[in-house]
């Protein structure tokens, strides 16, 4: 391809300060997830060759005015096995196959806003209001010059105001997973020859400790101060 020639072009910055809304970091914390799960294989198995792993975030909610923080995601793994196609007493031959599988965690944690606090929540407010007004009575018990003096009661006025918050949002830093796979009922292969040692299975056990990394921001309105430069 061609190199393209490009040219610099002058930024005319603000110098004379400006208020923005930006998100600012209200904690950082690492949760600890712990995942025990049985994964069935469609078809037997001889051996394990690789999982990949990605951890996916589906829920992270902190629920304002109060410290608590939900979580809920899964961990995608996808997994290499090799299968038995045919056998001898001195070898084994077969496919690498994969199986790819969603395993679904979620907890709550107590948050420690170790930067800032957010902002409170102003709740959502309805207020009723009347007008005084003057209306005749009539009846034999009134005089002619009486009169009801109260609210108007033909009417009905109100004053509702909401506010929008920002709403805290989370951003993944980085994760961590320490997992051990264990076999589960491994049989040697049936009516057939094979060396000795082989065994095919088509569970696994799982057990994971995940260890995920998060920022907790809110949008906020910042001052920035005019510039010397």
Same mark, same amino acid.
């Given at each position: 391809?061609?190199? =393209?020639?490009?040219? $610099?072009?002058?930024?005319?910055?603000?110098?004379?300060?400006?208020?923005? *809304?930006?998100?600012? &970091?209200?904690?950082?914390?690492?949760?600890?997830?712990?995942?025990?799960?049985?994964?069935?294989?469609?078809?037997?198995?001889?051996?394990? *060759?690789?999982?990949?792993?990605?951890?996916?975030?589906?829920?992270?909610?902190?629920?304002?005015?109060?410290?608590?923080?939900?979580?809920?995601?899964? &961990?995608?793994?996808?997994?290499?096995?090799?299968?038995?196609? =045919?056998?001898?007493?001195?070898?084994?031959?077969?496919?690498?196959?994969?199986?790819? &599988?969603?395993?679904?965690?979620?907890?709550?944690?107590?948050?420690?806003?170790?930067?800032?606090?957010?902002?409170?929540?102003?709740?959502?407010?309805?207020?009723?209001?009347?007008?005084?007004?003057?209306?005749?009575?009539?009846?034999?018990?009134?005089?002619?010059?009486?009169?009801? %003096?109260?609210?108007?009661?033909?009417?009905?006025?109100?004053?509702?105001?909401?506010?929008?918050?920002?709403?805290?949002?989370?951003?993944? &830093?980085?994760?961590?997973?320490?997992?051990?796979?264990?076999?589960?009922? $491994?049989?040697? $292969?049936?009516?057939?020859?094979?060396?000795?040692?082989?065994?095919?299975?088509?569970?696994?056990?799982?057990?994971?400790?995940?260890?995920?990394?998060?920022?907790? %921001?809110?949008?906020?309105?910042?001052?920035?101060?005019?510039?010397?430069?």
């Amino acid at each position: 391809m061609i190199e =393209c020639v490009n040219n $610099p072009v002058p930024v005319e910055p603000l110098f004379t300060g400006a208020v923005v *809304k930006v998100p600012v &970091v209200l904690a950082e914390l690492t949760v600890q997830f712990n995942v025990n799960s049985t994964i069935e294989l469609p078809e037997p198995a001889l051996e394990i *060759k690789n999982i990949k792993k990605r951890l996916k975030i589906t829920q992270c909610l902190l629920l304002q005015n109060t410290n608590m923080l939900f979580i809920k995601g899964f &961990v995608r793994k996808n997994i290499d096995y090799s299968t038995r196609k =045919c056998s001898t007493p001195e070898g084994i031959c077969g496919d690498i196959r994969h199986c790819t &599988v969603d395993i679904p965690f979620k907890c709550t944690t107590p948050v420690i806003f170790n930067v800032m606090e957010p902002l409170p929540v102003v709740p959502a407010s309805t207020n009723e209001f009347q007008y005084f007004g003057r209306f005749d009575v009539k009846g034999p018990q009134f005089a002619e010059k009486d009169e009801l %003096l109260s609210g108007d009661f033909t009417e009905y006025n109100q004053i509702s105001t909401e506010f929008f918050n920002e709403l805290p949002f989370c951003e993944l &830093v980085s994760s961590r997973i320490v997992e051990f796979d264990e076999y589960l009922n $491994p049989l040697p $292969p049936a009516n057939v020859k094979a060396p000795f040692e082989e065994r095919e299975f088509k569970k696994i056990e799982e057990k994971m400790v995940i260890y995920l990394t998060l920022k907790i %921001l809110q949008n906020r309105q910042v001052a920035v101060p005019a510039s010397d430069c």
